[in-house]
């Protein structure tokens, strides 16, 4: 687990905060795979390798929506805010 970002004595935080934690993390580190498949697509000159980097960048998009969807249904405020904002054609 990503003991190392915890901002606060491990005994001290709930399993729910733990659990959160950790989708949280595996959310930034799914995002930061997107980020990083789509750059090595796009600068990818082999054709058959750059399907392989999309294809796997779709796969990390779909790991995020599940975290996503792990948040949403664990932590209310979460889904909340993504009640408010998804689906929208505004941002205000």
């Not at 659990?19 to 990818?44: G, I, K, N, T």
């Not at 779909?62 to 993504?82: G, I, K, Y």
Request: proline share 3%; aromatic share 6%.
């Amino acid at each position: 687990m990503s003991a190392e970002t915890l901002h606060e004595p491990r005994e001290r935080l709930s399993p729910h905060t733990l659990a959160s934690h950790q989708a949280l993390v595996s959310l930034m580190e799914e995002l930061e795979a997107v980020d990083w498949y789509q750059q090595r697509a796009d600068a990818c000159d082999d054709a058959a390798l750059k399907a392989v980097l999309v294809h796997n960048m779709n796969d990390e998009l779909e790991h995020a929506a599940m975290l996503v969807e792990w948040l949403r249904c664990n932590m209310p405020e979460f889904a909340t805010q993504l009640t408010k904002f998804m689906f929208t054609t505004s941002l205000s």
